[in-house]
T-cell receptor, first 116, second 113 residues
Framework: DAMVIQNPRYQVTQFGKPVTLSCSQTLNHNVMYWYQQKSSQAPKLLFHYYDKDFNNEADTPDNFQSRRPNTSFCFLDIRSPGLGDAAMYLC???????????????FGPGTRLLVL | GENVEQHPSTLSVQEGDSAVIKCTYSDSASNYFPWYKQELGKRPQLIIDIRSNVGEKKDQRIAVTLNKTAKHFSLHITETQPEDSAVYFCAASKGSGYSTLTFGKGTMLLVSP
């Protein structure tokens, strides 16, 4: 089945130790998104890519970076995780049709990050 | 930018009752309004969506209505069941090839047997 896959599902890291979260998709969608979701809050958009065009939300901390080496994969790098970065990180994709209506976003299962 | 307000933040109903969640948006250019259901520890899942050229859409027990003039849209769940218990998020976006979603803060729905 076509889907959005995130690995690992759970990630434990130490304060200040770099960590990378990964997302892959078999939907062949043009757009990929990274969200941060903390407990009892809505998902907060960090980055999105239309193909390889990168878009950074204005309030995304400098501590977060992203890479999309090809259509299928996208990575979220947290350079120096702090306790406040503990959250669920959700990857999503959408088709992205030029000139078309807004597109449905499909979410991966998420990676829960714990910072010790 | 877009701002989406969602009410109520929590909603408790008895099994079999109806539940209504309301959202308002600020940007009149928004034209796509999805609703996501998120169970504890799981991903948000799209349950229904509506585009601005439609006033109402139904899918079995779930319906969404849109009032473009007033800039609000609502989720209606009839004959609620305990498995409907979850957090529901509304969102809004505008088409431009691709678009980002602005989410409401969510409504925790609890359906008691």
């Amino acid at each position: 089945d076509a889907m959005v896959i995130q690995n690992p599902r759970y990630q434990v890291t130490q304060f200040g130790k770099p960590v990378t979260l990964s997302c892959s998709q078999t939907l062949n969608h043009n757009v990929m998104y990274w969200y941060q979701q903390k407990s009892s809050q809505a998902p907060k958009l960090l980055f999105h890519y239309y193909d390889k065009d990168f878009n950074n939300e204005a309030d995304t901390p400098d501590n977060f970076q992203s890479r999309r080496p090809n259509t299928s994969f996208c990575f979220l790098d947290i350079r120096s995780p702090g306790l406040g970065d503990a959250a669920m990180y959700l990857c999503a994709t959408s088709r992205g049709i030029s000139g078309g209506a807004s597109e449905t976003q499909y979410f991966g299962p998420g990676t829960r990050l714990l910072v010790l | 930018g877009e701002n989406v307000e969602q009410h109520p933040s929590t909603l408790s109903v008895q099994e079999g009752d109806s539940a209504v969640i309301k959202c308002t948006y600020s940007d009149s250019a928004s034209n796509y309004f999805p609703w996501y259901k998120q169970e504890l520890g799981k991903r948000p899942q799209l349950i229904i969506d509506i585009r601005s050229n439609v006033g109402e859409k139904k899918d079995q027990r779930i319906a969404v209505t849109l009032n473009k003039t007033a800039k609000h849209f609502s989720l209606h769940i009839t004959e609620t069941q305990p498995e409907d218990s979850a957090v529901y998020f509304c969102a809004a976006s505008k088409g431009s090839g691709y678009s980002t979603l602005t989410f409401g803060k969510g409504t925790m729905l609890l359906v008691s047997p």
